[in-house]
């Protein structure tokens, strides 16, 4: 999530985030929305900072998924296991 806000913050001129925290069937759900300029998260050169939170996300056996598309702002969530 710290990430998200941080590229929300620092590249997509977002004016409105949200972050939504839920727990069900066993996992843990943050996700990350922004009105921000958006992205192609298939874009190779997308930067590190979204190579970092898929690693992150891999190493606590979780989903990381990204929707963005340039001029539409941005969703990111993370679903983690609990126990």
């Known amino acids: 999530a710290q990430e998200s806000l941080s590229n929300a913050a620092r ?18 759900r943050i996700r990350v ?10 874009d ?13 996300v891999d190493l606590l056996a979780g989903e990381l998924e990204i929707g963005s598309r340039p001029g539409a702002g941005t969703q990111v969530t993370a679903r983690l296991p609990v126990g």
């Open 33 to 42: 929305t922004d009105d921000g300029g958006g992205f192609d998260p298939d």
């Open 44 to 56: 190779d050169n997308a930067g590190f900072g979204l190579r970092g939170m898929r690693e992150r």
């Open 11 to 28: 590249h997509a001129g977002a004016s409105l985030v949200s972050v939504e925290v839920a727990q069900r069937d066993g996992a843990l």
